[in-house]
């Protein structure tokens, strides 16, 4: 340990410079993680067993139950595992059926009565509870009775379910099998390779007798990787492996975080599976399958006729190997947990965008953030003072550049004690809260949930047991920014009332009374200098006796969750801005609920400004729309190239913020100096006049699960082409399709139009001379692209809603007046949609104080449907105005025309109550 640990120290102190990339011998391959080592050569030798292979596994038909839950009916039954010393081991099993088509299957150890407990500290069931954490409710959307048939038969078991009954999930019961069909074709099989693996409990000395032939007790009771040779396993081998193959299906998309393609890559040659495990990866490599900083254990695949999604409920740190190349057709993939239990959802549908909604049916949707957020974040490591924040503040409108957003790295704290200002350089938040308020701007202050040793907080935390516990059950200490630090265990209730004590209107380290103050949540994989694999100990405990190692990649969600819980109640009834933002850099499934996340700490290269977009879009179809990269590269210094054209990417990430390293140099937009600083402007303004178009996105996803940036083949299913494509994207369902120019010093790019539709090119945004392309049938068109260019193309069919006018912040622009752009389709009709409320409460929640505004125009006339919208919204909203509507139309000779109407007189047919439709008067319609 004293060498792991002095090696970890001068990790420490290398941790500014930049010397080395990233440290992958620092982190675990498929070889060296014992349980992942296990079921590949468990794989291995059924594979070369062949059909010689007797699997081990088979479920008793006499177990089986059908128990009525609520109005739903759950299976229940045992599978039976067969062991050399001629006993078996009793795996009980649970079906059920959920809304939107999604069918869930558990599989548990029948309870380990014979662990000597006296002897541990910890919880000896197997971690159960990671879908407390990632379900949106306790209450299970259960299906109703009606809704499916259940036909149990002597060797198999036949569920039918969804709309016309077209899924049917049949379960073989030797050797076990879960094939689902769409009506007559197969869609999925669970174990189709009899990977079906399930270590259970048992005495290190008696281990022979449990052994199965395919198994190898490599590292079950100790762990030979350099840096957790001191994790004590106390239960032994635990691990469950599974493989899911998807019939026809070539394209796989999901599992982040990685720092890869959006398509996944076939794994089978390579030693480094994709990886799920949290970790504080240092100068991460891109075209990579190694773990990052969070993990969403959710699969989509897509084709043309049908989509599958799959959920593997599992916290603890996970393998997937991506084999597609079987026959070239069919994606299998492997899945490898170190402990926990076999639990997953499947849900059938016909678009990807289905199953993020029956995906978020379950884990909840994005939440709808505060429109600020939206906004641009101007961050770095750090703004030194009082002095600097205001500078930059001031500076921001000397250039006019809109942002709305300052934040606070670490150095803001009295010596790295969270919940404390350093005194000389922040001598009085309140005031500074105050001048940024004026703008209607706001900060984000960084609190990570290591707490340095010997302060108030950590001396409260430990007394009230509520730190993560090492193995002996003391609490754990560890290294980080302050030097020695405990970690709040936000497994535990009691820790959420130590946080919420930290975040009330009296504690003045919030700002007084200021209500502009949110939250930076870093860290919190957790990364721990001195730890193995830079994080926590394996064997550390969390509150109900779990350890580390089962609860792993939720640590980070729980951590965030309870910021956020504490500033929701903070904010309840005592101010406009009520709602919370937190960013996280650690996530989980379900973190959409309560956080925004981005990609850590990239660099200043071309290649992360490209895979950047790619990460992006993987986060949105894992039901994680809020999410960015920091704009700029946080290591190293960007040519003024670079940085602008990161600028022109980040503008589009749902979550849009610029942020540095410590070490590099400044880099506000006024330091680059022209033309870059007016090229940066202008996209940031870009960004701002289309700020009700993303929370319009957002509000959409927060519906439905639909991806905020939208990978191109959600709009092209029957286009097979369009499912690699990863360098565009369209934003939300707004029909704007952008394709960044991410290459240095380019001349020319290449844009992929993926259908016949007609779109309109508003790269250079004066929309009274634009080009237009359309063709019979999808392909590229190349443009020639000047620096201050950024691709950007209205589909056909859409209606688009901007704010043309410059404000200082998002807040000052919530009176101007919209824009309508619409862009007509070959049959010359359009639609589009806009959500407005006041941005910043929960009135549109508790009192429906929203307008969903959904445009429409046809045959020359303009027209919109309206909720029905309440009292109080509508008169702050009452002179709000379309000021101007401009019509884009591809004449049959190719040219567009395009019709300007300035003041269009809105002649509402109803009054604002109830479903109204108005419709716009003019005579050039
Ligand atoms: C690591 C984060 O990824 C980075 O964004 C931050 O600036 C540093 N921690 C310092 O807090």
Known sequence: MIGGLHKQFLLLLLWGSLVVAVKDYLFKTCETAGFCHR??????????????????????????SIDEVLNSKVIHGNIIKFIPSGNHITLPFEISLLDGNNLRFKVDEKDRTSIDTTKLNINTHRYNETSDWAFVSAELPYLANDKFTIDLKNDVLIITYGDAKQYRAIVDFWP?????????????????????????????????????????????????????????????????????????????????????????????????????????????????????YGAIPFILASKPEISVGLFWINSADTFINVDKTTNQKDSSTHWISENGIVDFIITIDKTPADINRNYGLITGYTQLPPLFSLGYHQCRWNYNDEKDVLEVNSLMDEYQIPYDTIWLDIEYTDQKKYFTWHKEKFPNPERMLDELDHTGRNLVIIIDPHIKTGYYLSDELTKKKSCINDASNNSYHGHCWPGESVWIDTLNPTAQ????????????????????????????????????????????????GWEHRSVHNIYGMTYHEATYNSLAKRNEGHT???????????????????????????????????????????????????????????????????????????????????????????REPWLAGEPYTSIIRDAVRL???????????????????????????????????????????????????????????????????????????????????????????PGYLTKSVTLEDIPVFIKGGSIISL???????????????????????????????????????????????????????????????????????????????????????????????????HNPKLSISQSWTGKIEFVVEHDEL
């Open 176 to 292: 076990i099998k879960l094939t689902i069909y769409h009506k007559d074709k197969i869609q999925i099989i669970a174990n189709d390779k009899n990977l079906f693996n399930f270590e259970h409990w048992r005495l290190q000395d008696e281990n022979s007798h449990h052994l199965t032939e395919e198994e190898t007790d490599y590292d079950m009771f100790e762990d030979h990787f350099k840096d957790s040779k001191e994790d004590s396993i106390p239960l032994g081998p635990e691990s469950i492996g599974l493989d899911f193959t998807f019939k026809n299906f070539q394209h796989l998309y999901g599992i982040p975080e990685h720092a890869d393609s959006m398509n996944l890559k076939d794994t089978t040659e390579s030693s480094m599976p994709y990886r799920l495990f949290n970790v504080d990866i240092f100068e991460y490599e891109t075209d990579s399958r190694l773990p990052m």
């Open 497 to 544: 009332e130590i946080w919420d004590a930290q975040f009330t209107w009296n504690n003045y380290f919030l700002g007084g009374q200021s209500s502009n103050i949110f939250i930076w949540n870093d860290m919190n994989e957790p990364s721990v200098f001195n730890g193995p694999e830079t994080s926590a100990p394996k064997d550390d405990i969390h509150f109900g």
């Open 687 to 777: 960004r701002y006049s289309i700020l009700s178009v993303i929370y319009t996105a957002f509000y959409e996803s927060s519906q439905t699960g639909i991806p905020v940036m939208k990978p191109i083949f959600y709009e092209s299913l029957s286009n097979i082409e369009s499912y690699s494509i990863e360098d565009q994207f369209f934003v939300g369902n707004s029909g704007i399709l952008v394709k960044p120019v991410t290459e240095e010093d380019a001349k020319e790019i290449k844009v992929y139009l993926p259908d016949n539709e007609v779109y309109y090119d508003y790269t250079d945004r004066s929309l009274s001379k634009i080009n237009a392309y359309s063709s019979d049938k």
């Open 39 to 64: 079921n590949k050569y468990f794989a291995e030798s059924v594979k070369n067993q062949g059909h010689n292979f007797i699997p081990k596994y088979s479920i008793s038909q006499s177990s089986i």
């Open 576 to 666: 406009t801005r009520e709602r919370p933002f937190v960013l996280t850099r650690s996530y989980y499934a379900g973190s959409q609920r309560t956080a925004a996340m981005w990609t850590g700490d990239n660099m200043c290269k071309w290649e992360y400004l490209q895979i950047s977009i790619p990460m992006v879009l993987t986060s949105n179809i894992v039901g994680m729309p809020f999410s960015g990269a920091d704009v700029g590269g946080f290591f190293g210094d960007p040519s003024t190239e670079l940085l602008t054209r990161w600028y022109q990417t980040g503008i589009w990430y749902p979550f849009f913020r610029a942020h540095a390293h410590i070490d590099s140099r400044r």
């Open 803 to 901: 704010k043309d006018r410059y404000r200082r912040s998002s807040r000052l622009m919530f009176k101007d007046p919209y824009t309508l752009i619409i862009a007509l389709n070959k049959d010359g009709e359009a639609n589009g949609s806009l959500y407005v409320d006041d941005g910043e409460s929960f009135d549109y929640e508790k009192h429906e104080e929203y307008a969903y505004i959904k445009f429409n125009y046809s045959n020359g006339k303009i027209s919109a449907d309206v909720n029905e919208v309440k009292d109080r919204f509508k008169d702050s909203i009452s002179d709000v105005k379309i000021e101007k509507i401009i019509i884009l139309n591809e004449s049959t000779t190719g040219t567009v025309e395009s019709i300007i109407i």
